[in-house]
């Protein structure tokens, strides 16, 4: 293992577990807001991706436990552990969030940029369209079993236009705003097509498969 991926793993743990103390200390007056918070910041991990020197160590030693620390604090838990963040959104939401970022650095590694344009599209750009829509949101629609509201839509396509042109300059990838802007429209309406959770895996997905197609 390199020191590289040493560092990263530290890094990445150290600050999950930061995200989760502060989560639990916020969720008993803002239970929403807690979860995504946590949902929205766990999305900064996509800067330490550089530090990985191996495709394994990101995908197995880092990536996909998390699937599984995620299921057992869900509420489809066979340990039925009570865990109020998890309980408080969309059951298996952490889960595809994890499966999602696995999938990504296991095809992706070599083209960390990449597997950022999904991170962000499934944690800042669908975090804060379910924040700003559950607050501020007036005009809703309900297209597939979960409603939505058009604000928290268009939130997401404004701040994935902006995310992304940082994430992609952080990669010192070359910035397209046309591809940015497509990227960011498909990702919000495949988020506003999907219920329950899947848009973890919908919003994530379609972002990067319109970035390659549009870059190739």
């Known amino acids: 293992m390199d020191n590289g991926d040493i560092i990263g793993l530290i890094l990445v743990y150290a600050y ?45 030693l880092v990536a996909a436990p998390f699937i599984l620390l995620t299921f057992l604090i869900s509420p489809y838990s066979p340990l039925k552990i009570k865990d109020r963040i998890s309980s408080s959104g969309h059951g298996l939401g ?31 750009g669908d975090g804060m369209a379910s924040l700003v829509g559950v607050k501020y949101g007036k005009i809703k629609y309900n297209l597939s079993g979960d409603t939505k509201s058009l604000e928290g839509s268009l939130t997401m396509f404004i701040v994935l236009v902006c995310v992304l042109w940082v994430v992609l300059a952080y990669y010192a990838v070359p910035v397209n705003p046309l591809v940015i802007v497509a990227v960011a429209m498909v990702a919000t309406i495949l988020e506003g097509l999907t219920p329950k959770g899947l848009d973890n895996i919908t919003a994530c997905f379609s972002a990067v498969i319109t970035y390659i197609l549009l870059t190739i």
């Open 94 to 124: 952490l889960v595809y969030y994890a499966i999602s970022w696995t999938v990504l650095a296991i095809i992706f590694f070599d083209q960390p940029w990449i597997i950022a344009v999904g991170i962000a599209a499934m944690s800042y």
């Open 16 to 60: 999950v577990i930061l995200l989760l103390v502060i989560s639990q200390k916020l969720i008993k007056e803002h239970p929403n807001f807690s979860r995504k918070f946590l949902h929205i910041m766990v999305g900064n991990i996509l800067f330490i991706l550089p530090l990985f020197q191996s495709r394994w160590v990101m995908a197995l």
